[in-house]
Each structure stands twice: as structure tokens, then as C-alpha cells.
T-cell receptor, first 112, second 117 residues
Framework: QQQVKQSPQSLIVQKGGISIINCAYE??????FPWYQQFPGKGPALLIA?????SEKKEGRFTISFNKSAKQFSLHIMDSQPGDSATYFC???????????FGTGTKLQVIP | GAVVSQHPSWVICKSGTSVKIECRSL??????MFWYRQFPKQSLMLMAT?????????EQGVEKDKFLINHASLTLSTLTVTSAHPEDSSFYIC?????????????FGSGTQLSVL
């Protein structure tokens, strides 16, 4: 049972453009929503995260938008760069527990 | 920041042999560590939760006798793939975080690519 659904599966964006990745969750007990960036052959690294009491969080070029009523959240990468090319995973966890449920992943390619 | 070290980064073994993967928290103590498995172009699937000083908790469908977990200290958890077969070939990743905080304090190892011939 996939508790966190992610789309699109792959994404090609031109340099300087905006990359948008969407996720939806089912379990309303989730209270922490991180995004991870993973390069080939490496473990995932935390990029940015949000809690449901906030509708938006921005860190540099990365922004999370959160819609609690729709149980959806998204990652926006502004001014996308070739170095952003990686696989991005949305995730969710609950109750301060470190057990994280991952989305299916989005492979982003930023072309010059 | 906190670092989780995982070794080896890759291993090739013959079918039927056992392989041990180590996960260490370098600058914090971790009472709980997590082991994930990732197939090519797929997401991370949680295999088990490693608890220091007690038995690991396995996710549904994961064979505990196949994937032995030992969390003998607050900085080390090991995953042993016993009698490995080609279908066990995968990317294994551990994670850990300091204290009992939320997911924001969770760090991942660099992963171990296991290839079983």
C-alpha cells in the first residue's frame, strides 16, 4: 500500500526554469513532510521539510507548498540548474518518530 | 552536521555466502536505526527498525532470518544478508538520527550496493 504518491515519475526542465513535483498522502496522522535529493549511488539527503501547520516554506531556490485539506504538497525548484539533476523523493512521518515513508521518486533532468 | 557512515559502499559475493553491512553514527548516539532497500529506479522500502539492545522490528514481508540485524551499541548497527542469492542484489541504505526527534534529524548513509553472483 503506497501511502505517499508522487508525480511525475520523470521531469525534464530547461536551465533557469521551474521544476514542480507533486505528492499526495493518505494518512492524516502524518505530521512531518520532508523532501530528499538523491544522486546515483548515494543515499538520500534532506533538502527541505515542512509541518502541516505551515502552508509554505522557502529555502533558497526550493519551496514547499502544503495543502492540508487536500492532503497534498509540492516541491518547487526555481531557476533550475544542471546540478539539480537528481532523483527527488517526497516523504512523510508521524509523531516525532523517525520512520519515514517515501514517495515513488521523480527523476529530474535539467538541460542547458 | 551529523554523519552516518555505511560500509562497505559496494560488495560482490557468490551465491550462498553471507554479507555484513555496517552502519555507524559518527557524532551522535542512535538508539534507533533504520534499514532500507532500494531497487534500481525505485523508491526506498523500509526493511526493518534496528533497536539498540533489543530485537529489530521487521516490516511485513521481510524475512528476519534472511536479514539479520544487530544493534549492539548506540553507534553501530549491522545488517547481515545470510545465504545471499541473486535476488538479494540491491542497494541497501541505513538511516539514523540523534535522540528521539522527528524526521528532520534523520541522516542517511551513502548506501551499499550488493551484487550476488
Amino acid at each position: 500500500q503506497q501511502q505517499v504518491k508522487q508525480s511525475p515519475q520523470s521531469l525534464i526542465v530547461q536551465k533557469g526554469g521551474i521544476s514542480i513535483i507533486n505528492c499526495a498522502y493518505e494518512n492524516t496522522a502524518f505530521d512531518y513532510f520532508p523532501w530528499y535529493q538523491q544522486f546515483p549511488g548515494k543515499g538520500p539527503a534532506l533538502l527541505i521539510a515542512i509541518r502541516p501547520d505551515v502552508s509554505e516554506k522557502k529555502e533558497g531556490r526550493f519551496t514547499i507548498s502544503f495543502n492540508k485539506s487536500a492532503k497534498q504538497f509540492s516541491l518547487h525548484i526555481m531557476d533550475s540548474q544542471p546540478g539539480d539533476s537528481a532523483t527527488y523523493f517526497c516523504a512523510a512521518s508521524m509523531g516525532g518518530y523517525q520512520k519515514v515513508t517515501f514517495g515513488t521518486g521523480t527523476k529530474l533532468q535539467v538541460i542547458p | 552536521g551529523a554523519v552516518v557512515s555505511q560500509h562497505p559502499s559496494w560488495v560482490i559475493c557468490k551465491s550462498g555466502t553471507s554479507v555484513k553491512i555496517e552502519c555507524r553514527s559518527l557524532d551522535f548516539q542512535a538508539t534507533t536505526m533504520f534499514w532500507y532497500r532500494q531497487f534500481p529506479k525505485q523508491s526506498l522500502m523500509l526493511m526493518a527498525t534496528s533497536n539498540e539492545g533489543s530485537k529489530a522490528t521487521y516490516e511485513q514481508g521481510v524475512e528476519k532470518d534472511k536479514f539479520l540485524i544487530n544493534h549492539a551499541s548506540l553507534t553501530l548497527s549491522t545488517l547481515t544478508v545470510t545465504s545471499a542469492h541473486p535476488e538479494d542484489s540491491s542497494f541497501y541504505i541505513c538511516s539514523a538520527g540523534p535522540g528521539t526527534g522527528g524526521g528532520e534529524k534523520l541522516f542517511f548513509g551513502s548506501g551499499t550496493q550488493l551484487s550476488v553472483l
